[in-house]
């Protein structure tokens, strides 16, 4: 069994991003005791889907992984944009879908903690994200997961590529955030930008690209991995390298998904998304690199501030501290997160 499960590890990485419509099978029956007959097609869902992101390449990972884990048995169909990030958890709630993948960036409105990785200068060191977002995020991830949609969250994978990007002006100082009027997606983005003394503007990120052409905006915090995709390269000219925290992916699976396999295929899949999130880490950091080599060939300017810039901007960001430890933040789990962090990262 234990090279089975190693089979289905190398064979996707997979995380998921699932609708599994409703666990239902297109040619099968699942009986009581989870005992399945015949072969079943289910459906997973990619919720925000970026040509050529981290989360698009992920999801192209579950057919095979599902696959290998059940032998044959469970077929995986991936549907793109079904349901929005915030949409998800009452949906697999309501049984319509099987679970699903979010960027936690979408769901930090709802769920702050989930994003603590975003708090400015928590996380400085990339070799402290593997163990942060397993014994830290995940578990509090979980309990949300589990109270409000009866599924789990199997993985969470997060990167440090997340910029400043802009049009017009660079960003070289802590200071020259003075100002600025950057899109915002929610309390948490809001906090931050402020804290920089910046004018954060609402708005979803579908309207980016008209706001900075019009110049209603002057920038954007995205994934580098985000801005090619959706040609957002056409309308900046700098991408501003702060410690702006982590960008997640969350793949999670429905409990009644779960219980309909076999032992031997959750065992399977269970050590196989184990494998995926050590295996998907360093090859986000490869797409993250790639798409800053290919942005800076499109004109782009990447502009590296200084360290003492980098802690001027940290130094700027500690009301932020405090709000995510506020009941309007994330509150006492919060601070405990913070608490927890810091004893990782030494800072």
């Not at 095979?64 to 469970?74: F, H, K, L, M, Q």
């Not at 802590?174 to 950057?182: N, P, R, V, Y």
């Not at 997640?248 to 269970?270: G, H, K, M, P, Y």
Request: proline share 5%; charged share 20%.
């Amino acid at each position: 069994m234990k090279n089975k499960r190693m089979s289905v590890a190398m064979a996707g990485l997979a995380a998921i991003a699932v609708t599994l419509s409703g666990c239902a099978s297109s040619s099968a029956t699942t009986g009581s005791e989870g005992e399945a007959s015949g072969a079943e097609t289910v459906q997973f869902a990619l919720t925000v889907s970026i040509a050529g992101s981290p989360g698009n390449t992920s999801v192209e990972m579950i057919p095979d992984i599902v696959s290998e884990a059940t032998d044959g048995r469970v077929t995986v169909e991936i549907v793109e944009d079904v349901v929005g990030p915030t949409e998800l958890l009452p949906a697999l709630s309501a049984n319509r879908f099987a679970g699903g993948h979010v960027y936690t960036d979408y769901m930090a409105a709802t769920y702050p903690a989930w994003h603590v990785g975003a708090v400015p200068g928590l996380i400085l060191n990339e070799d402290d994200i593997p163990r942060i977002m397993e014994e830290v995020v995940l578990p509090v991830m979980n309990e949300d997961v589990t109270r409000e949609a009866d599924a789990t969250s199997l993985a969470i994978v997060g990167t440090m590529n997340t910029v400043l990007w802009t049009g017009d002006q660079p960003v070289p100082t802590a200071a020259d955030w003075q100002g600025l009027s950057i899109r915002a997606n929610s309390a948490f983005t809001i906090q931050t930008f402020r804290a920089q003394g910046a004018s954060p503007i609402e708005m979803p990120f579908s309207e980016v690209y008209g706001s900075l052409e019009r110049q209603i905006i002057d920038g954007t915090v995205a994934s580098a991995t985000d801005i090619k995709g959706v040609s957002l390269h056409e309308v900046l000219r700098y991408g501003n390298f702060f410690p702006l925290g982590l960008s997640s992916n969350q793949f999670i699976f429905t409990n009644s998904f779960l219980d309909s396999l076999s032992d031997d295929e959750r065992a399977a899949l269970e050590e196989g998304m184990e494998e995926f999130e050590e295996g998907l880490f360093p090859l986000y950091q490869e797409q993250y690199e790639a798409s800053l080599a290919e942005l800076s060939e499109l004109g782009i300017e990447m502009v590296e501030p200084s360290e003492s810039e980098v802690e001027a901007y940290v130094e700027n960001g500690q009301p932020v501290y405090d709000w995510f430890a506020s009941e309007e933040g994330a509150g006492e789990r919060g601070a405990q997160m913070l608490s927890e962090i810091r004893d990782i990262t030494g800072h």
